[in-house]
């Protein structure tokens, strides 16, 4: 007779631990050789920490999930089926601390940790905590809200803030807010998007890659190696997450998605994304995180003219199945082919950011007109999908 917990093994059956055992194996190994000091100076010594915390990162990462996974069953910490969820199978969602590990782990063995990343590390630890009860327990919309205002302010707090507005008294007050705005709001609006296989881990993927790109290219090798741990920890946990027709075998949960969000919307903070052209530096972010600012707009602005929300609680509150992706997947009738859309989004608007690095204030205002065409591409798009 088939009992619950039968019903809670199916998404990581007999199978399942046939194909992963070994790979789990190699990656624990992998990560460990790595660990050893002889090892890691190696890699400094030839120039190749950025492969050190790609290879520590991905291997930790991917060496820790299942650990997850069978942590998650046995304590029934899963995420149960609901009207409003896509997903048909009770899955763990512990699958963040696993990444957050992987990721702190790369840096700490990096042996370069300089005051502005510690800021960020502490406050990111704190918003994975709190993300983590709430997969436990469901905090409150506020609760979750007040965490991630803390958070921000502690970034802000260590005088990393965006330069948008002149010096001065009010300059510096307009910056810190439109700073706490963006961390908060770039920290959400990924959180939303942590709603289907394989998207958020993917989403991380591209964006720290793009940003890393860039900050290597400003010599600004801090950051690179920040992008460069994030990239190896989502590849580590995307096989988990993805398994093309197959449900996932764990998800990252509130902990993860927010940590990530957080952690990049403070990457694009403190870098310098241009050597001399405001309009350009500023656009920088805008391209590479456009796909998550065109949702937050968009699921915004209808909330408020459909009547669905008529107050700031309200859109806290509110849970519904308006995001991009679910748009996309009624217009194009896959789940799979709705991720391979944003992704393919994301690659279109972090290429022309890539452009844009060496173009001038025209060149920038043509690329950014260009990327609000693709985005009325896709709302036309989605549209059509919803009328049908």
């Not at 042996?111 to 800021?119: G, H, K, Y």
């Not at 997969?135 to 007040?146: N, Q, R, S």
Request: hydrophobic share 55%; charged share 15%.
């Amino acid at each position: 007779m088939k009992t619950a917990e039968t019903d809670l093994a199916i998404p990581f059956s007999t199978t399942t631990w046939r194909w992963i055992t070994p790979v789990v194996c190699g990656a624990a190994l992998g990560a460990i050789a790595l660990a050893i000091p002889p090892v890691r100076e190696l890699f400094q010594l030839e120039g190749l920490r950025w492969l050190y915390i790609f290879l520590f990162a991905f291997l930790g990462t991917g060496a820790l999930t299942p650990l997850m996974v069978w942590i998650g069953h046995r304590w029934d910490l899963v995420d149960i089926p609901a009207d409003r969820k896509i997903h048909v199978v009770p899955t763990p969602r512990l699958g963040g601390i696993a990444l957050y590990a992987g990721f702190i782990g790369s840096l700490l063995l990096n042996s370069i940790v300089p005051d502005w990343m510690v800021a960020v590390l502490v406050a990111g630890s704190l918003l994975l905590i709190i993300g983590v009860l709430d997969d436990i327990c469901e905090l409150p919309a506020w609760a979750k809200l007040l965490g991630q205002l803390l958070a921000a302010g502690i970034v802000t707090a260590s005088g990393k803030v965006l330069t948008l507005f002149p010096p001065g008294p009010l300059g510096e007050m307009a910056n810190m807010l439109l700073t706490i705005l963006w961390i908060v709001g770039i920290t959400n609006a990924f959180n939303f998007f942590d709603g289907m296989d394989g998207l958020a881990a993917g989403l991380a993927i591209l964006l720290a890659g793009f940003m890393g790109v860039i900050a290597f290219e400003t010599k600004q090798p801090a950051l690179g190696w920040l992008a460069i741990a994030m990239i190896g920890a989502g590849l580590g946990f995307l096989p988990y997450n993805f398994r093309g027709t197959k449900p996932a075998v764990i998800f990252l949960g509130d902990g993860g998605s927010t940590f990530i969000g957080f952690t990049l919307a403070c990457l694009a903070v403190r870098g310098n994304w241009a050597d001399s052209d405001p309009i350009v530096s500023f656009s920088n972010p805008l391209l590479i995180f456009g796909v998550l600012i065109y949702d937050m707009i968009h699921i915004t602005v209808e909330r408020i003219l459909t009547g669905k929300v008529r107050s700031l609680k309200e859109w806290l509150d509110y849970v519904g199945k308006d995001h991009l992706h679910h748009r996309l997947e009624r217009a194009l009738g896959s789940r799979q082919s709705s991720v391979a859309m944003i992704l393919l989004f994301t690659i279109c608007l972090g290429l022309s950011a890539l452009a844009l690095r060496h173009a001038g204030t025209t060149e920038a205002i043509l690329l950014l007109i260009q990327a609000g065409l693709v985005a009325a591409m896709l709302t036309v798009l989605e549209i059509s999908g919803r009328r049908r």
